[in-house]
Nanobody, 126 residues
Framework: QVHLVESGGGLVQPGGSLRLSCAASGFTSDYHAIGWLRQVPGKEREGVSCIIKSDGLPSYANSVKGRFAISRDNAKNTLYLQMNNLKPEDTAVYYC???????????????????WGQGTQVTVSS
């Protein structure tokens, strides 16, 4: 059973930084990509960033380009999201999730993802 556990969320002031982690386990077959998506109450989940497992090709939402960086440690089966220059509009629950179908670049649409973690809250406020 695929198990994804996010950590690293919290409260940070505007302009601050956070690093999210996602520990992945339980894979019995390969997957195409792993990504970060976020959701605020009353809105749909939106893609933030994703990375293709085989070659590390990343993709970013326009709203986070230049501020966020996705990376992964395949040996540790861990995904990271370094978030810099955070803004109040980045406040959301952040999820990591698994994409199986081989789009290139990886998808930033929630409907493409089939396995999800429980999420971690990020709040950007002064």
């Amino acid at each position: 059973q695929v198990h994804l556990v996010e950590s690293g969320g919290g409260l940070v002031q505007p302009g601050g930084s956070l690093r999210l982690s996602c520990a992945a386990s339980g894979f019995t077959s390969d997957y195409h990509a792993i990504g970060w998506l976020r959701q605020v109450p009353g809105k749909e989940r939106e893609g933030v960033s994703c990375i293709i497992k085989s070659d590390g090709l990343p993709s970013y939402a326009n709203s986070v380009k230049g501020r966020f960086a996705i990376s992964r440690d395949n040996a540790k089966n861990t995904l990271y999201l370094q978030m810099n220059n955070l803004k109040p509009e980045d406040t959301a629950v952040y999820y990591c999730a698994i994409q199986l179908d081989p789009t290139r670049p990886c998808a930033l649409v929630a409907s493409r993802y089939v396995y999800w973690g429980q999420g971690t809250q990020v709040t950007v406020s002064s």
